[in-house]
């Protein structure tokens, strides 16, 4: 089985940095993109950034210029680091992994994480 689990999460005041991870485990061979998207109450989820396996990024509008995403393709792992998070950033981050092709499974699956709380107060 393959799993996704995040970590870093948490409060953080506005102005402030934090950086998630996410590291893939389980019957994986290879993981073509992997990203993080996030989720406020009631609002539909959305993609902040994602990179592919060469290292190509991108980045929702809002978050360009504070946020950089980056992955380690020997230990499965991808990070996200948010500097000068604001108040609207407060959501569920959700790791995400797509074009998966799996050890036991045959072709390619995507694969979320449980999803880690972001609370950026004033």
């Known amino acids: 089985q393959v799993q996704l689990v995040e970590s870093g999460g948490g409060s953080v005041q506005a102005g402030e940095s934090l950086t998630l991870s996410c590291t893939a485990s389980?019957?994986?061979?290879?993981?073509?993109?992997m990203a993080w998207y996030r989720q406020a109450p009631g609002e539909q989820r959305e993609l902040v950034a994602s990179i592919t396996s060469r290292g190509e990024t991108n980045y929702a509008d809002s978050v360009k210029g504070r946020f950089s995403i980056s992955r380690d393709n020997a230990k499965k792992t991808v990070h996200l680091q948010m500097n000068s998070l604001k108040l609207e950033d407060t959501a569920v981050y959700y790791c995400?992994?797509?074009?998966?092709?799996?050890?036991?499974?045959?072709?390619?699956?995507?694969?979320w994480g449980q999803g880690t709380q972001i609370t950026v107060s004033s």
């Open positions: 389980g019957t994986i061979s290879y993981i073509n993109t």
């Open positions: 995400n992994a797509d074009g998966v092709s799996s050890t036991k499974y045959r072709g390619l699956g995507a694969y």
